[in-house]
Protein backbone atom coordinates (compact mmCIF):
# COMPACT_ATOMS: atom_id res chain seq x y z
CA UNK A 1 0.00 0.00 0.00
CA UNK A 2 1.20 3.33 -1.10
CA UNK A 3 1.72 6.15 1.77
CA UNK A 4 0.06 8.49 -0.60
CA UNK A 5 -3.12 7.85 -2.52
CA UNK A 6 -4.63 10.08 -5.18
CA UNK A 7 -7.85 9.75 -7.34
CA UNK A 8 -8.97 9.52 -9.98
CA UNK A 9 -6.20 7.57 -11.84
CA UNK A 10 -7.51 8.79 -14.74
CA UNK A 11 -9.71 11.70 -15.54
CA UNK A 12 -11.57 12.72 -19.00
CA UNK A 13 -13.17 16.62 -18.88
CA UNK A 14 -13.96 19.05 -21.12
CA UNK A 15 -12.86 22.61 -21.31
CA UNK A 16 -16.01 23.72 -19.18
CA UNK A 17 -16.28 21.51 -16.77
CA UNK A 18 -15.28 21.36 -12.83
CA UNK A 19 -13.81 18.65 -12.02
CA UNK A 20 -11.43 17.71 -8.38
CA UNK A 21 -8.02 15.66 -8.09
CA UNK A 22 -7.69 14.22 -4.42
CA UNK A 23 -4.81 13.25 -2.71
CA UNK A 24 -4.26 11.28 1.01
CA UNK A 25 -1.06 11.05 3.02
CA UNK A 26 -0.88 8.49 5.55
CA UNK A 27 2.82 9.33 6.55
CA UNK A 28 1.81 11.58 9.40
CA UNK A 29 3.79 13.99 7.25
CA UNK A 30 2.55 18.10 7.91
CA UNK A 31 3.79 19.16 4.05
CA UNK A 32 2.18 18.53 0.63
CA UNK A 33 2.75 19.58 -2.77
CA UNK A 34 1.50 19.13 -6.32
CA UNK A 35 3.43 18.74 -9.79
CA UNK A 36 2.59 18.71 -12.78
CA UNK A 37 4.50 16.19 -15.38
CA UNK A 38 4.00 17.43 -19.06
CA UNK A 39 5.49 15.09 -21.84
CA UNK A 40 9.31 16.21 -22.25
CA UNK A 41 9.22 18.84 -20.07
CA UNK A 42 10.78 18.66 -16.23
CA UNK A 43 8.17 18.32 -13.60
CA UNK A 44 6.91 21.99 -12.49
CA UNK A 45 6.20 22.34 -8.84
CA UNK A 46 2.65 23.86 -8.43
CA UNK A 47 1.52 24.64 -5.10
CA UNK A 48 3.13 23.90 -1.25
CA UNK A 49 1.53 23.38 1.84
CA UNK A 50 3.06 23.48 4.82
CA UNK A 51 0.52 22.58 8.20
CA UNK A 52 -2.07 23.62 6.32
CA UNK A 53 -0.96 26.50 4.82
CA UNK A 54 -0.42 27.16 1.48
CA UNK A 55 3.42 28.60 1.09
CA UNK A 56 4.23 28.24 -2.72
CA UNK A 57 2.34 28.98 -5.73
CA UNK A 58 4.03 28.87 -8.65
CA UNK A 59 2.17 31.25 -11.10
CA UNK A 60 -0.21 28.69 -11.60
CA UNK A 61 -2.89 29.83 -13.13
CA UNK A 62 -6.22 30.60 -11.62
CA UNK A 63 -8.04 27.68 -13.20
CA UNK A 64 -6.22 25.43 -10.73
CA UNK A 65 -7.31 26.01 -7.26
CA UNK A 66 -5.40 24.12 -4.57
CA UNK A 67 -7.16 23.27 -1.06
CA UNK A 68 -5.92 21.30 2.03
CA UNK A 69 -8.38 21.05 4.59
CA UNK A 70 -6.10 19.21 7.16
CA UNK A 71 -2.53 17.38 7.20
CA UNK A 72 -3.53 14.61 5.72
CA UNK A 73 -5.87 15.54 2.55
CA UNK A 74 -5.05 18.08 -0.87
CA UNK A 75 -7.02 19.06 -3.18
CA UNK A 76 -6.91 20.37 -6.39
CA UNK A 77 -10.17 22.00 -7.97
CA UNK A 78 -9.79 22.18 -11.90
CA UNK A 79 -12.41 24.35 -13.77
CA UNK A 80 -12.05 26.08 -17.46
CA UNK A 81 -9.31 24.08 -18.22
CA UNK A 82 -7.04 24.05 -21.45
CA UNK A 83 -6.42 21.39 -23.62
CA UNK A 84 -2.35 22.24 -22.75
CA UNK A 85 -3.09 21.35 -18.84
CA UNK A 86 -3.70 17.95 -20.14
CA UNK A 87 -0.77 16.18 -18.10
CA UNK A 88 0.07 13.49 -15.06
CA UNK A 89 -0.43 15.40 -11.83
CA UNK A 90 1.67 14.19 -9.16
CA UNK A 91 1.14 14.41 -5.29
CA UNK A 92 3.88 14.25 -2.28
CA UNK A 93 4.17 14.30 0.91
CA UNK A 94 7.11 15.35 3.45
CA UNK A 95 8.12 15.49 6.59
CA UNK A 96 8.39 19.25 6.87
CA UNK A 97 9.42 21.61 4.52
CA UNK A 98 12.86 23.73 3.85
CA UNK A 99 14.92 20.90 3.38
CA UNK A 100 14.03 18.07 6.11
CA UNK A 101 14.27 15.57 3.30
CA UNK A 102 12.83 13.61 0.49
CA UNK A 103 9.27 13.76 -1.23
CA UNK A 104 6.86 10.69 -0.73
CA UNK A 105 5.10 10.75 -4.10
CA UNK A 106 1.60 9.26 -5.33
CA UNK A 107 1.04 7.26 -8.22
CA UNK A 108 -0.69 10.53 -9.84
CA UNK A 109 -3.68 11.56 -11.93
CA UNK A 110 -3.87 11.47 -15.35
CA UNK A 111 -5.36 14.17 -16.82
CA UNK A 112 -6.84 14.78 -20.70
CA UNK A 113 -8.86 17.81 -21.02
CA UNK A 114 -10.44 17.48 -24.48
CA UNK B 1 17.58 29.70 -8.98
CA UNK B 2 18.20 26.25 -8.68
CA UNK B 3 18.80 23.56 -12.09
CA UNK B 4 19.32 20.34 -12.77
CA UNK B 5 20.56 19.17 -16.16
CA UNK B 6 20.27 15.08 -17.37
CA UNK B 7 22.30 15.41 -20.58
CA UNK B 8 20.92 11.88 -21.28
CA UNK B 9 17.68 11.69 -22.91
CA UNK B 10 17.93 7.29 -22.95
CA UNK B 11 20.01 5.06 -22.09
CA UNK B 12 20.48 1.46 -22.47
CA UNK B 13 22.56 -1.51 -20.86
CA UNK B 14 22.72 -5.43 -21.02
CA UNK B 15 20.86 -7.15 -18.27
CA UNK B 16 24.16 -7.56 -15.51
CA UNK B 17 25.79 -4.57 -16.81
CA UNK B 18 26.83 -1.46 -15.18
CA UNK B 19 25.22 1.60 -16.66
CA UNK B 20 26.09 5.43 -15.07
CA UNK B 21 23.39 8.27 -15.67
CA UNK B 22 24.46 11.80 -15.55
CA UNK B 23 23.71 14.61 -13.46
CA UNK B 24 24.62 18.05 -13.42
CA UNK B 25 23.30 21.27 -10.92
CA UNK B 26 23.61 25.09 -10.72
CA UNK B 27 23.28 26.73 -7.05
CA UNK B 28 24.52 28.98 -5.27
CA UNK B 29 23.94 27.32 -1.75
CA UNK B 30 26.48 25.26 0.00
CA UNK B 31 24.28 23.29 1.83
CA UNK B 32 21.79 21.24 -0.09
CA UNK B 33 20.16 17.65 -0.70
CA UNK B 34 20.50 16.09 -4.30
CA UNK B 35 18.37 12.66 -4.78
CA UNK B 36 17.62 10.16 -8.02
CA UNK B 37 14.18 8.90 -8.34
CA UNK B 38 12.77 6.11 -10.24
CA UNK B 39 9.53 6.43 -12.21
CA UNK B 40 8.81 3.07 -13.60
CA UNK B 41 5.72 2.53 -16.07
CA UNK B 42 3.29 1.99 -12.75
CA UNK B 43 4.32 6.34 -12.68
CA UNK B 44 4.90 6.05 -9.07
CA UNK B 45 7.90 8.31 -8.24
CA UNK B 46 10.10 5.82 -5.85
CA UNK B 47 13.68 7.35 -4.24
CA UNK B 48 16.64 5.39 -4.86
CA UNK B 49 19.35 7.03 -3.44
CA UNK B 50 19.99 10.56 -1.56
CA UNK B 51 23.09 12.86 -0.86
CA UNK B 52 23.30 15.49 1.54
CA UNK B 53 26.13 18.04 0.10
CA UNK B 54 27.67 18.55 3.66
CA UNK B 55 28.96 14.99 3.34
CA UNK B 56 31.92 14.01 1.66
CA UNK B 57 31.19 10.47 1.61
CA UNK B 58 29.68 8.91 -1.79
CA UNK B 59 26.02 7.52 -1.00
CA UNK B 60 25.54 3.74 -1.36
CA UNK B 61 22.21 1.67 -1.49
CA UNK B 62 22.67 -1.80 -3.00
CA UNK B 63 23.28 -2.03 -6.55
CA UNK B 64 23.11 1.42 -6.29
CA UNK B 65 25.91 4.19 -5.72
CA UNK B 66 26.64 7.98 -6.65
CA UNK B 67 29.72 9.76 -7.87
CA UNK B 68 29.31 13.42 -6.22
CA UNK B 69 31.44 16.15 -7.01
CA UNK B 70 30.41 19.36 -5.11
CA UNK B 71 33.46 21.22 -6.96
CA UNK B 72 31.93 20.67 -10.22
CA UNK B 73 29.04 19.96 -9.69
CA UNK B 74 28.63 16.89 -10.33
CA UNK B 75 25.80 14.25 -9.23
CA UNK B 76 25.98 11.13 -11.21
CA UNK B 77 24.45 7.25 -10.81
CA UNK B 78 25.82 4.08 -11.03
CA UNK B 79 23.79 1.11 -10.89
CA UNK B 80 25.34 -2.41 -11.22
CA UNK B 81 24.29 -5.89 -12.07
CA UNK B 82 21.70 -4.26 -14.09
CA UNK B 83 18.41 -6.09 -13.32
CA UNK B 84 14.68 -5.95 -16.09
CA UNK B 85 13.34 -4.05 -12.90
CA UNK B 86 15.70 -1.18 -13.02
CA UNK B 87 13.73 -0.18 -16.48
CA UNK B 88 12.66 3.15 -15.70
CA UNK B 89 12.52 6.82 -16.19
CA UNK B 90 15.65 8.48 -13.37
CA UNK B 91 15.46 12.01 -12.59
CA UNK B 92 17.66 13.75 -10.58
CA UNK B 93 16.41 16.54 -8.43
CA UNK B 94 17.80 19.07 -6.01
CA UNK B 95 16.79 20.72 -3.09
CA UNK B 96 17.39 23.52 -0.78
CA UNK B 97 18.96 22.51 2.74
CA UNK B 98 17.00 25.53 4.05
CA UNK B 99 13.77 27.05 3.02
CA UNK B 100 14.24 30.51 0.82
CA UNK B 101 11.13 31.16 -0.16
CA UNK B 102 10.12 32.23 -3.56
CA UNK B 103 9.73 28.59 -5.44
CA UNK B 104 12.69 27.46 -3.76
CA UNK B 105 11.23 24.05 -1.66
CA UNK B 106 10.49 21.09 -3.03
CA UNK B 107 12.40 19.59 -5.38
CA UNK B 108 14.08 21.02 -8.94
CA UNK B 109 14.04 17.93 -11.13
CA UNK B 110 16.07 17.42 -14.26
CA UNK B 111 13.98 16.08 -17.13
CA UNK B 112 14.73 12.42 -16.96
CA UNK B 113 16.79 10.04 -18.44
CA UNK B 114 15.08 6.92 -19.77
CA UNK B 115 16.76 3.48 -18.82
CA UNK B 116 16.00 0.37 -21.26
CA UNK B 117 17.62 -2.91 -20.38
CA UNK B 118 18.17 -5.46 -22.78
CA UNK B 119 18.05 -9.05 -21.74
Known amino acids: ETGVTQTPRHLVMGMTNKKSLKCEQH?????MYWYKQSAKKPLELMFV???????ENNSVPSRFSPECPNSSHLFLHLHTLQPEDSALYLC?????????????FGEGSRLTVL | AQTVTQSQPEMSVQEAETVTLSCTYD???????LFWYKQPPSRQMILVIR??????QNATENRFSVNFQKAAKSFSLKISDSQLGDAAMYFC????????????????FGKGTHLIIQP
Open chain 1, 92 to 104: ASSRGWGGAGELF
Open chain 1, 27 to 31: LGHNA
Open chain 1, 49 to 55: YSLEERV
Open chain 2, 27 to 33: TSESDYY
Open chain 2, 51 to 56: QEAYKQ
Open chain 2, 93 to 108: AYRNFMYSGGGADGLT
